[in-house]
Nanobody, 123 residues
Framework: QVQLVESGGDLVQPGGSLRLSCAAS????????MGWYRQAPGKEREFVAD????????YYGDSVKGRFTITRDNTKATVYLQMDSLKPEDTAVYYC????????????????WGQGTQVTVSS
């Protein structure tokens, strides 16, 4: 079992910046990849970014390219989302997710989700 805990969501003005963090914890696991989705009121959940652990390969959703940067700390099983030039359209609940190899009690590849953190961009 892996638990994901997000932090860093806040209220910011347009053009401002935030950094979100997501830390994975559990008894025994390895990370394949971690990333972020978001869901705004009245809209479907949208892919934001993810990053692989093996080669740090990164992907971004079209709406955030050039403004958001995803990074990871492999020693902490933590992923970060640096959000710059924030727009009101970025307002959403941001969810961390990850794909993990859970070695205890048995080896299996599974996807886990965090509970989300609210980001509000408004003047």
């Amino acid at each position: 079992q892996v638990q994901l805990v997000e932090s860093g969501g806040d209220l910011v003005q347009p053009g401002g910046s935030l950094r979100l963090s997501c830390a994975a914890s559990g008894s025994s696991f390895s990370v394949y990849a971690m990333g972020w989705y978001r869901q705004a009121p009245g809209k479907e959940r949208e892919f934001v970014a993810d990053i692989s652990w093996s080669g740090s390969i990164r992907y971004y959703g079209d709406s955030v390219k050039g403004r958001f940067t995803i990074t990871r700390d492999n020693t902490k099983a933590t992923v970060y989302l640096q959000m710059d030039s924030l727009k009101p359209e970025d307002t959403a609940v941001y969810y961390c997710n990850g794909r993990f190899l859970v070695t205890m009690p048995s080896g299996s590849a599974s996807t886990f989700w965090g509970q989300g953190t609210q980001v509000t961009v408004s003047s």
